[in-house]
């Protein structure tokens, strides 16, 4: 079983970058391969121009590092689309993966693999009742591809590092990362 986070956050050591690990430690508890993805080191650039039918999309920048981080997307079985609230939306990086990912996601090579995978965001937001931008635009993705939403876990926090007093808020991406794994088929 392996397991992605994708941290759209450019703050390493912040907030969503500690619940990240927090997801990462329940899925390791429940044996899991893991492994976290810091968009902000890859060099991925905006979708270009694409066709109206999603079938029919051709990313046109496929020359930057989209589909390395695109390669480590496939082979997870868990993906975990992890951001801070930045301007009522999920960050730049991680919208940029996403809208890139939208030029191969209903591709008929791809389009079950990304189906079968199980789904799971964390988001971290600083203005009172902001996470649901997050939390809404991210399951529509996933509802969009069909895959399995397993949750979420969205918590009001400003301070660099201030969510490890919030013992509620790590038990939950703890435990959300367990459930994540857990509710997996067995392999047969």
């Known amino acids: 079983m392996k397991v992605l986070v994708l941290a ?13 690990e ?52 496939l082979v997870a079985d868990i993906v975990c689309f992890a951001s801070p609230v930045y301007w009522q939306g999920v960050t730049a990086q991680l919208k940029c ?19 079968a995978k199980t789904y799971a965001v964390i988001a971290t937001f600083a203005g009172k009742g902001e996470g ?6 991210l399951r529509a993705s996933v509802d969009f ?6 949750g979420e876990v969205s918590v ?12 509620a808020a790590m038990s939950a991406t703890r435990d959300l990362g367990r459930k994540a794994v857990s509710s997996m088929p067995e392999p047969p």
């Open 22 to 73: 927090e997801f990462l430690k329940g899925a390791a508890q429940e044996g899991a391969e893991i492994e976290k993805v810091y968009l902000d080191d890859f060099h991925i650039r905006p979708i270009g121009e694409v066709a109206d039918t999603p079938a029919e999309r051709v990313d046109t920048r496929a020359d930057d590092d989209f589909l390395k981080v695109f390669e480590k997307f």
């Open 8 to 20: 759209g956050s450019p703050r390493k050591g912040g907030n969503t970058d500690i619940l990240a």
């Open 97 to 115: 993966f996403i809208d890139r990912f939208s030029a191969y996601a209903m591709k008929p090579q791809y389009r079950e693999t990304i189906r």
């Open 132 to 137: 649901h931008w997050v939390l809404d635009a």
């Open 156 to 167: 009001q926090v400003r301070a660099k590092g201030a969510v490890k007093s919030n013992a």
């Open 145 to 150: 591809i069909d895959g399995k939403y397993v």
